[in-house]
């Protein structure tokens, strides 16, 4: 009797673990990280990166990103051109104090990763799709993001650049 013990805590052990939840990697944005923006005038950059990383290349189904940014953090290295942006006629940050970035999915590309999700900006919810890399704990990305579409500053629409390119790099620890 004894000897069938083993093969049959073999087999509940083997039973059980077919049906293991499989969880991707947790990751800590590390303060390092650079959200920066250009649009030949203004350019500068975000602080206020706050969220959540679940990212395993290896199960990319179980992959998500839920990131935010802080709008009053916006820093053109102007005083005066930070507090337009942060006024109604811009971002207003008192109104829509967040950017945030959904995942529903992310693929693996030719040149890296694609997270495709919901981009909410000035209160203007689009489905958005960022490529980006992940080497050495590093997630790194580049996009445009036409200002006109999340109805900023709509009513001076030739005021500067409508679209601006966005760099992002976020180090990231376990």
């Known amino acids: 009797m004894k000897k069938f013990i083993y093969p049959i805590a073999a087999l509940a052990l083997l039973a059980t673990s077919a049906f293991t939840i499989v969880k991707s990697q947790d990751w800590k944005i590390s303060d390092s990280y650079a959200v920066k923006f250009d649009g030949g005038d203004p350019s500068g950059e975000f602080k206020g990166l706050k969220g959540t990383i679940n990212f395993d290349p290896n199960n990319l189904a179980a992959s998500k990103f839920d990131a935010s940014?802080?709008?009053?953090?916006?820093?053109?290295?102007?005083?005066?051109?930070?507090?337009?942006?942060?006024?109604?006629?811009?971002?207003?940050?008192?109104?829509?104090?967040?950017?945030?970035?959904?995942s529903s999915s992310i693929a693996k590309t030719?040149?890296?990763?694609?997270?495709?999700?919901?981009?909410?900006?000035?209160?203007v919810q689009k489905p958005f799709t960022i490529p980006f890399t992940f080497d050495n704990?590093?997630?790194?990305?580049?996009?445009?993001?036409?200002?006109?579409?999340f109805n900023i500053n709509t009513a001076e629409p030739e005021h500067g650049s409508s679209k601006f390119k966005v760099e992002i790099t976020v180090p990231v620890t376990k």
């Open 69 to 102: 940014i802080d709008v009053a953090t916006i820093n053109t290295g102007n005083g005066m051109k930070n507090v337009h942006a942060k006024s109604d006629k811009w971002f207003d940050a008192d109104k829509y104090p967040l950017i945030k970035f959904t």
């Open 110 to 123: 030719a040149t890296g990763y694609t997270a495709t999700g919901t981009l909410e900006m000035h209160g």
């Open 137 to 149: 704990n590093v997630f790194a990305g580049s996009f445009a993001i036409n200002r006109l579409d």
